[in-house]
């Protein structure tokens, strides 16, 4: 299984060994972590990362029911790093994504 960190970076476009941006990425991942437990997805007591060695499964076990997470978080997480770079369609399309994977995500953790 592949750590959050890295498949972050991977999904926006950086390097693994390039390390210049992981202090960012990380406070926002955390950022996202969080609003993640307040839907209801995750350890209720709230998930952190600090590096590279904390994997998918540390936060959830069984990903099948939470499949949607990963892009859920890519996607928060590429509005607070990079939206500069992005078309303000591109934002609204993935401000409408992302308003749909709270509802489905949310829905999961409640059933």
Do not use: C
């Not at 990425?25 to 969080?34: P, T």
């Not at 993640?36 to 990362?49: C, K």
């Not at 790093?81 to 994504?97: C, H, K």
């Amino acid at each position: 299984m592949e750590s959050i960190l890295t498949s972050v970076k991977k999904m926006l476009g950086i390097e693994e060994d390039d390390i210049g941006f992981d202090e960012e990425i990380i406070m926002h991942i955390n950022s996202v972590l969080m609003a993640l437990t307040q839907i209801g997805v995750g350890p209720a007591e709230g998930f952190e990362i600090e590096d590279s060695t904390t994997e998918w499964r540390d936060f959830l076990p069984d990903m099948k029911k939470f499949s949607a997470v990963k892009s859920y978080l890519f996607m928060r997480v590429k509005l607070l790093f990079d939206s500069s770079t992005m078309s303000s369609s591109l934002i609204e399309a993935y401000n409408r994504q992302i308003a749909e994977f709270e509802w489905r995500l949310n829905h999961a953790a409640e059933s």
